[in-house]
């Protein structure tokens, strides 16, 4: 089962910054945190992932709390093609994913 | 680059017949893996491979369930019979793992779906 726990659904303005949160409360010290999405029909596609630091990228931020027990993936101005699942995930070395139910992100025009 | 391939991209069979699906990883990846989408289950990974060899199988559901890798650009997934429960989506993905790297992007294929009547 997945570790982590995501709200099931979100909406967000078109242009405006979506934020997707995640708590993952039993996450361990070698494990980092991964952000996959999944547009509809397709299959998942990587998006950003990180240990302790924040991070970014051409796609999103990736904000971690200090205590690692939670994490907000930051989509600065979303778009209609930003309609998707959204998956956060805890793995170590990325060689095991386990995916949860995500969020279901909608971009309202 | 194309991608993961994966063929075909739409199955259906009835009950009892021999199913095949494959994949075809990005060139240079020494990673295979496969995973199985269903509204009940979600997203699982059934298997997968390092440099050809499956390395945790822990996810395949039973025995009728049967991948193989026999050269870096090619694996399948064989069910045999197959049954209605195991109409979904099947997913293929590749990485590239380097020893000591922190992570491994992981890059899906299409996805072949499949329905057992």
């Known amino acids: 089962d997945a570790k982590t726990t995501q709200p099931p659904s979100m909406d967000c303005a078109e242009g405006r910054a979506a934020n997707l949160p995640c708590n993952h409360s039993?996450?361990?010290?070698?494990?980092?945190v991964y952000w996959y999405r999944q547009i509809h029909s397709q299959g998942p596609q990587y998006i950003i992932h990180?240990?302790?630091n924040n991070e970014t990228n051409e796609m999103a931020s990736l904000i971690i709390t200090e205590d690692r027990k939670s994490s907000t993936l930051i989509l600065p101005h979303a778009t209609l093609r930003d309609t998707a699942v959204y998956y956060c995930i805890e793995s170590v070395g990325n060689e095991k994913l386990t995916f949860g139910t995500g969020t279901r992100l909608t971009i309202i025009p | 680059d194309a991608g993961v391939i994966q063929s075909p991209r739409h199955e259906v069979t009835e009950m009892g017949q021999e199913v095949t699906l494959r994949c075809k990883p990005i060139?240079?990846?020494?990673?295979l893996f496969w995973y199985r989408q269903t509204m009940m289950r979600g997203l699982e990974l059934l298997i997968y491979f390092n440099n050809n060899v499956p390395i945790d199988d822990s996810g395949m559901p039973e025995d009728r369930f049967s991948a193989k890798m026999p050269n870096a650009s090619f694996s399948t997934l064989k069910i045999q019979p197959s049954e209605p429960r195991d109409s979904a989506v099947y997913f293929c993905a590749s990485s590239l793992m380097l020893w000591g790297a922190e992570y491994y992007e992981q890059y899906f294929g299409p996805g072949t779906r499949l329905t057992v009547t």
């Open positions: 060139s240079g990846h020494n990673s």
């Open positions: 990180g240990l302790k």
């Open positions: 039993t996450i361990s010290g070698n494990e980092y």
